[in-house]
């Protein structure tokens, strides 16, 4: 088992930390799985340090202005636009 | 009955000459195709329909190829079955009753019965190898960095590569000859496959070969791949190929180290579905938070809520350290024990899958379960590697896969080994 308890409301937290609404049955079935794939992640716990010989390099190109999306284009997948602008939900 | 291969059906016509000129290919629906619907298979996406190409698809036109379709996929590649498909689960053509493997299924099952030639697939932690696998094709997972990602819709960017799938693997490595290569619009790309022929490495030439076979990637298997797994390695054997076991302890962590790292990094790039600029909006008012959580609630399937909630946890405040930070080192030691696994062998062999295709529906309800059927094909994600699934022999009737593994950017090696499980 896992020594990270998961529970009901530990599922919501997340959801509402990740935006994503769960009905209550999810919730149930989130909770118990989360549980069981936590509980096979503590596994990681005996992983031995390691040195790390990735030569890893900055891959930098000139910041200079390229052909991109028209502005028709880049809104054409909008559900709501407003005078060449995304329209999000309304703020209340 | 259809196969359900296909979510969008449509045909694309390329350059009158190149050198895929008379060939269909089905694409992955994960990738970009301007003005044809690119859904990911997500009821998110149903109605997206791209302004641009990816590079691939460009290289594809470029080539002469017909792009016949969009192939159906796991939402978000995020399935080893393609049952969490929004669209509907695709049919293993071997037998109609089992699930083509994931999360590439359509584009395997679309190749294994015919109905394209070629097909291009998108492997995060196996989802080529492993449909490949099931169907009884071949694909290949190319280096990190050898196609450009430009275009691809992000799953896990660190992890996932394009690649080919085809009935033989000299077609599969033609058609990754086709679309490798440095693109200035993927900053991970390398100059590695700018002029490649891994296509004329297709001579089954094995002489002096040497395969390691680590043993932690056969045992647990089932029985009947097994069985099929030595049977290939002792036709190599007889080709002039020699195997020796090797040991690779890190490997028993890489599921827990791979399923970190994705959801982690799906999480972060899944929040961008918040129906504002692409995706089902819903229509919600009120609180942009609470809108953009409803839209999401009704846009996304369980398996890729499970993962984006998943990697939030292992991100959030006072678990990164235990989770995140962890399998990071577990991706260092994966990489470190096939780099001394290579000082030694010139290609890592395992079976591709552990287990022959499951039956529709079998797997749904366990997700964990489902994640370890994923142990042979994610380490090579982690170490960043080559690796080709080519067919070897059945088991009750149902295809079996051989996972031929390379050193970085090594695919001449792979495509030579496993021309000659061909033979």
Known sequence: MSDTPVDADEVRHVAELARVDLDEDEVEEFAAQFADILGYFDALDEVPEVDREDELVNVMRPDEVREGLTQEEALSNAAETEDGYFKGPRVS | ???????????????????????????????????????????????????????????????????????????????????????????????????????????????????????????????????????????????????????????????????????????????????????????????????????????????????????????????????????????????????????????????????????????????????????????????????????REDGFGSEVKRRILLGTYALSAGYHDKYYAKAQDARAWVKQDFDEAFEDVDVVASPTMPVPPFELGESLDDPLQMYLADANTVPVNLANLPAISVPAGETDGLPVGLQLIGPKFGEETIVRAASAVEN
């Open chain 2, 1 to 295: 009955m259809s196969l359900n291969a296909f979510i969008t059906k449509e045909t694309l016509d390329g350059s009158d000459d190149g050198p895929l000129s008379g060939k269909t290919v089905a694409v992955k629906d994960n990738i970009s195709t301007e003005g044809l619907r690119t859904t990911c298979g997500s009821a998110m996406l149903e109605d997206y329909v791209p302004p641009y190409d990816a590079t691939v698809v460009e290289l594809l036109k470029d080539a002469g190829a017909t792009i016949v379709g969009k192939a159906n996929m796991d939402e978000f590649g995020m399935g080893t079955t393609t049952e969490t498909s929004a669209f509907g689960p695709t049919k293993n053509p071997v037998d109609e009753s089992r699930v083509p493997g994931g999360s590439s299924g359509g584009s395997a099952a679309a190749v294994a019965a015919g109905e394209a030639d070629l097909a291009l697939g998108t492997d995060t932690g196996g989802s080529i190898r492993c449909p490949a696998a099931f169907c009884g094709v071949v694909g290949i997972k190319p280096t990190y960095g050898l196609v450009s990602r430009y275009g691809l819709v992000a799953y896990a960017n660190s992890l996932e590569q394009i690649g080919p799938i085809a009935p033989t693997v000299e077609d599969a490595a033609a058609l990754l000859d086709v679309i490798a290569g440095p693109d200035d619009r993927d900053g991970t790309t390398r100059d590695a496959g700018a002029d490649s022929n891994y296509a004329a490495a297709a001579d089954g030439d094995v002489e002096g070969l040497t395969i390691g076979v680590p043993t932690e990637f056969v045992e647990g298997a089932d029985e009947g791949v097994e069985a099929a797994f030595w049977a290939a390695l002792d036709e190599l054997e007889a080709q002039g190929a020699e195997y020796r076991e090797v040991s690779m302890p890190s490997v028993e962590k890489a599921v827990a180290a791979y399923y970190v790292i994705a959801m982690s990094e799906a999480s972060s790039n899944l929040a961008r579905f918040d129906g504002v600029r692409y995706g089902k909006s819903g229509g919600y008012d009120g609180n942009w938070n609470e809108a953009f959580a409803r839209a």
